[in-house]
């Protein structure tokens, strides 16, 4: 196991005045797994402007370490200004600048593609957005309820959505590893991308899908409320390594704590 595949960082906490009185504080922590030897992910944490990210190299291409880098150092030259739009903006222009230089590092190297999935999450003036693309997730629950934010970008997730598979067969499913969309992947980076209001004591999570691939919604909804902060990081990783863990696991949990006051904005 690598020294990067044990990274544990400290609960952050920041408050900004573009973030619309909340605080939030937050917490990462990403591993290697039980059978890989190459931690392939990596995550953002920059409470101090609201934006937290997961990238995940994609599996059986070469390079998935530095496309998940090259994903996490676009996205911590973002600035959050102006606007919402403007924020979600640069965070997009961010990620459409790590596609073109995963693109050409592919074409000079005569390889197959570099690319990884993402998703990150923004916060400004009392709302968030999500923007991803691949199969890592966002969930938030809200009232001890769970509910995922993002949807897959996966061949599964067509075929759930087609009604050809049901929800329950996806995780053992033989193309459950096969996702159709990823920075890195085509010239023109297709993200999608939900955004909502926040709410005091909203918990949101982000994570690779080596957390996804052993453990179901209910599960993950039920260790992300645990407190403190860091309990639930740790218990959503040891309980991944518990079932084997057969691909690089990454969480980012961040919790959304009471306004002091709220300001308009949306994105």
Known sequence: MTARAQVLMAPQRRTASHLGGYKFLSMGRT????????????FLDRADIGLWAVADGMGGHECG?????????????VNSVGSAYAFRHGVCSALQSANDALLAQAAERMSGPIGATVVALLVYQGHYACV????????????????RVSRDHSVVQA???????????????????VITRAVGAHASLNLESVHGRIQAGDRFLL????????????????????????SAVDTLIAR???R??????????????PATHQMPGDF
């Open 31 to 42: 591993h290697a797994g039980c059978v890989r030897t190459l931690n392939e992910d990596a």
């Open 132 to 147: 991803w693309a691949g199969d890592s997730r966002a969930y938030i629950c809200r009232n001890r309820e769970v509910r």
């Open 65 to 77: 370490e530095i496309a998940s880098a090259r994903v996490v150092e676009a996205l911590s030259r």
């Open 240 to 242: 991944a390594l518990s």
């Open 159 to 177: 075929l759930v959505d087609s009604g050809a598979l049901q929800q329950d067969s996806a995780r053992s499913h033989k193309q459950a590893n």
């Open 207 to 230: 994570c690779s899908d080596g957390l996804t691939a052993v453990m179901g919604d209910a599960e993950i909804g039920e260790l992300m409320m645990r407190s403190p902060l860091q």
């Open 244 to 257: 084997g863990a057969p691909d690089n696991v990454t969480v980012v949990v961040v919790t959304t704590e």
